[in-house]
């Protein structure tokens, strides 16, 4: 007899999210019984060729690097989605990085699995993202987010909260004029600037008392993150939601974490944030108010996990 397909379940997301069950709200629940989250894990075979086959791409350096000088590829990047937009009469289902792929294996609770829907991730996206900001940054009337990208997460925001002032900054110009036509498209609250977190101006932009998340933003930092670091603990925000992956977490002795950790160095991608962070609270210059791994991500990482802290 043939087992049965595991699913994630209610639980399944509360336990990934490091939250009690009965604190995940009723939209949430919704939306997981809308989406189909069945999955097939794959076997061991299964799971080392795949992890043989990344690592041979990490030693033949196959993947591109981040920092300061990927700049022009991102300006192409967002230059296509804003293209794209505006093709597809500003649906926002234009505005999906092309980074969240489908039809493909995710990592799940330290193994490799295969999905049914081919929008497992983007589905998984959805509901994190709709916990996630619910549980932190609905307490402030501002929210600014950092790395914004092609503005889908400000998109929601400005959905889910409509009272609330958003604004979005980025490095690259074409994001800040899709932000800015979301916002006259869409009669919403929200502003697009060009700011490059590599080189942050001296003088703040206004946002202490409100919030500052980034999302999948950080990672293109590396190891420059200082500036950026130093341009929030200046600001002082009410409180800054980071959601990216959190080298620190991970053990180089185990070989699911371990290809995660390769691919970070391959990359360049963010590492030594948190203990930068961990360094500052004990110096009583900032609170972390919760650091947790979520084990959830793509084929090559995990980018879901979160800090939550504030300036003191």
Same mark, same amino acid.
């Given at each position: 007899?043939?087992?049965?397909?595991?699913?994630?379940?209610?639980?399944?997301?509360?336990?990934?999210? &490091?939250?009690?069950?009965?604190?995940?709200?009723?939209?949430?629940?919704?939306?997981?019984?809308?989406?189909?989250?069945?999955?097939?894990?794959?076997?061991?075979?299964?799971?080392?060729?795949?992890?043989?086959?990344?690592?041979?791409? #990490?030693?033949?350096?196959?993947?591109?690097?981040?920092?300061?000088?990927?700049?022009?590829?991102?300006?192409?990047?967002?230059?296509? #989605?804003?293209?794209?937009?505006?093709?597809? &009469?500003?649906?926002?289902?234009?505005?999906?990085?092309?980074?969240?792929?489908?039809?493909?294996?995710?990592?799940?609770?330290?193994?490799?699995?295969?999905?049914?829907?081919?929008?497992?991730?983007? #589905?998984?996206?959805?509901?994190?993202?709709?916990?996630?900001?619910?549980?932190?940054?609905?307490?402030?009337?501002?929210? #600014?987010?950092?790395?914004?990208?092609?503005?889908?997460?400000?998109?929601?925001?400005?959905?889910?909260?409509?009272?609330?002032?958003?604004?979005?900054?980025?490095?690259?110009?074409?994001?800040?004029?899709?932000?800015?036509?979301?916002?006259?498209?869409?009669?919403?609250?929200?502003?697009?600037?060009?700011?490059?977190?590599?080189?942050?101006?001296?003088?703040?932009?206004?946002?202490?008392?409100?919030?500052?998340?980034?999302?999948?933003?950080?990672?293109?930092?590396?190891?420059?993150?200082?500036?950026?670091?130093?341009?929030?603990?200046?600001?002082?925000?009410?409180?800054?939601?980071?959601?990216?992956?959190?080298?620190?977490?991970?053990?180089?002795?185990?070989?699911?974490?371990?290809?995660?950790?390769?691919?970070?160095?391959?990359?360049?991608?963010?590492?030594?944030?948190?203990?930068?962070?961990?360094?500052?609270?004990?110096?009583?210059?900032?609170?972390?108010?919760?650091?947790?791994?979520?084990?959830?991500?793509?084929?090559?990482?995990?980018?879901?996990?979160?800090?939550?802290?504030?300036?003191?």
């Amino acid at each position: 007899m043939r087992e049965p397909t595991p699913t994630l379940t209610v639980e399944d997301f509360a336990q990934l999210f &490091g939250v009690r069950t009965d604190t995940i709200s009723s939209t949430c629940r919704a939306l997981i019984t809308k989406h189909d989250f069945r999955y097939r894990l794959l076997s061991p075979k299964e799971q080392n060729t795949l992890i043989q086959t990344i690592n041979q791409k #990490n030693d033949a350096h196959e993947f591109t690097r981040s920092g300061a000088s990927a700049k022009e590829r991102w300006q192409r990047g967002w230059e296509e #989605n804003m293209r794209e937009f505006a093709a597809a &009469g500003y649906r926002l289902a234009a505005l999906t990085p092309k980074y969240i792929r489908k039809n493909r294996p995710v990592r799940l609770n330290g193994a490799y699995v295969m999905p049914v829907d081919p929008h497992f991730e983007k #589905n998984w996206r959805e509901i994190y993202r709709e916990w996630l900001f619910g549980t932190y940054l609905a307490d402030t009337s501002i929210i #600014n987010e950092f790395g914004c990208g092609t503005g889908l997460d400000l998109a929601y925001l400005a959905k889910r909260f409509p009272e609330k002032e958003l604004h979005g900054f980025d490095w690259i110009t074409h994001s800040k004029t899709i932000i800015d036509l979301l916002a006259k498209k869409n009669n919403w609250n929200m502003q697009g600037r060009v700011f490059d977190m590599f080189s942050p101006p001296q003088n703040a932009f206004h946002i202490k008392d409100s919030a500052v998340f980034t999302f999948s933003a950080l990672e293109q930092l590396g190891r420059d993150f200082e500036p950026f670091l130093q341009y929030l603990l200046r600001a002082k925000p009410k409180r800054v939601v980071h959601i990216e992956h959190i080298q620190e977490l991970f053990d180089k002795h185990n070989p699911m974490d371990n290809v995660v950790l390769a691919f970070i160095e391959e990359r360049n991608y963010l590492r030594g944030y948190a203990t930068s962070l961990q360094n500052l609270e004990k110096k009583g210059v900032l609170q972390i108010e919760r650091m947790h791994r979520i084990p959830f991500g793509s084929l090559y990482i995990e980018g879901y996990s979160y800090i939550v802290w504030k300036p003191l």
